[in-house]
């Protein structure tokens, strides 16, 4: 649930944009690979999306803003991910622009 120092210039590019969307919401949607048990990834993606908000929120998005989810393995990039690189691919924070919080 750390932000990889590669991942961070993303996070920052994604700050630009919601400035520019202010007067829209935003989901965070956790993912995890597949192993582990279900409940394990459900919270490690909770803890996922909590470190994406802390990062956008620090700077300067609204926290009021921000809803988060956390869908743990499901809905994997990578169905039956069998590499490291795969495995990598399903551990994502996903942002989008809603109307309201779910």
């Excluded at 996070?11 to 630009?16: E, G, P, Q």
């Excluded at 192993?35 to 609204?62: C, E, H, M, P, W």
């Excluded at 921000?66 to 069998?82: L, M, R």
């Amino acid at each position: 649930s750390l932000i990889r120092s590669d991942a961070q210039e993303g996070l920052r590019r994604n700050v630009t944009c919601f400035q520019k969307m202010a007067n829209k919401k935003i989901l965070i949607v956790g993912h995890c690979d597949e192993r582990g048990t279900r409940d394990f990834n459900l919270q490690l993606g909770k803890r996922r999306v909590r470190s994406a908000k802390r990062f956008v929120v620090r700077l300067g998005i609204s926290s009021g803003r921000i809803c988060t989810v956390s869908k743990g393995k499901e809905d994997p990039v990578v169905p039956n991910a069998s590499s490291d690189e795969d495995h990598q691919k399903n551990r994502r924070a996903v942002f989008s622009f809603v109307e309201s919080c779910p």
